[in-house]
T-cell receptor
Framework: SQTIHQWPATLVQPVGSPLSLECTVE??????LYWYRQAAGRGLQLLFY??????ISSEVPQNLSASRPQDRQFILSSKKLLLSDSGFYLC?????????????FGSGTRLTVV | AQSVTQLGSHVSVSEGALVLLRCNYS??????LFWYVQYPNQGLQLLLK??????LVKGINGFEAEFKKSETSFHLTKPSAHMSDAAEYFC????????????FGTGTKLQVIP
């Protein structure tokens, strides 16, 4: 069966520090991968999605970047965190050619920038 | 283009009462529709989905939803609320063809009163 792992679960970082959040998927090949952010009272915001290795699309211009160095690995990064980067970050995957499958989410990372 | 509107950011029901969470969608092509549930500090979990066929869809934990094309609605119901149903619920719409992007609603927080 397919599983998605996301870490760390919680993170407290000072303003101006770098960020790296990692997400890996097991049990499937060629998944579509997504990074979402939930800020308080703002619902789910799609940040990045990827349909293949090295293929990243950004939905919202911001202080963050994403990379997909391997088929089932998706990394969210920042060189210098801002206070506004605080939030709950969720990784998700979906099968490449099965649009009615829906998304499967990781357990999330709570990021607090202080 | 596609969009989802969830009516009511907060809904309160008494334990044992009917749960009704409203969702209306907009889609230029036949949609795929999803309901997800999110417990505090966790990722989203798929409750149920409509793709094709039967318009009444049954999901986990006793929830069901009915796809009504004429009303562009996909409301989520449960006959009798349980304390464990307290969570945030997200409606989402997707479509076939090309890159499978799912659009999420802003969520409805369900409070169950004992």
């Amino acid at each position: 069966s397919q599983t998605i792992h996301q870490w760390p679960a919680t993170l407290v970082q000072p303003v101006g520090s770098p960020l790296s959040l990692e997400c890996t998927v097991e049990g499937t090949s060629n998944p579509n991968l997504y990074w979402y952010r939930q800020a308080a009272g703002r619902g789910l915001q799609l940040l990045f999605y990827s349909v293949g290795i090295g293929q990243i699309s950004s939905e919202v211009p911001q202080n963050l970047s994403a990379s997909r160095p391997q088929d089932r690995q998706f990394i969210l990064s920042s060189k210098k965190l801002l206070l506004s980067d605080s939030g709950f970050y969720l990784c998700a995957w979906s099968p490449r050619d099965t649009p009615n499958y829906g998304y499967t989410f990781g357990s999330g990372t709570r990021l607090t920038v202080v | 283009a596609q969009s989802v509107t969830q009516l009511g950011s907060h809904v309160s029901v008494s334990e044992g009462a009917l749960v009704l969470l409203r969702c209306n969608y907009s889609s230029s092509v036949p949609p795929y529709l999803f309901w997800y549930v999110q417990y505090p500090n966790q990722g989203l979990q798929l409750l149920l989905k409509y793709t094709t066929g039967a318009t009444l869809v049954k999901g986990i934990n006793g929830f069901e939803a009915e796809f009504k094309k004429s009303e562009t609605s996909f409301h989520l119901t449960k006959p009798s609320a349980h304390m464990s149903d307290a969570a945030e619920y997200f409606c989402a719409v997707g479509r076939s063809g090309g890159y499978q992007k799912v659009t999420f609603g802003t969520g409805t927080k369900l409070q169950v009163i004992p």
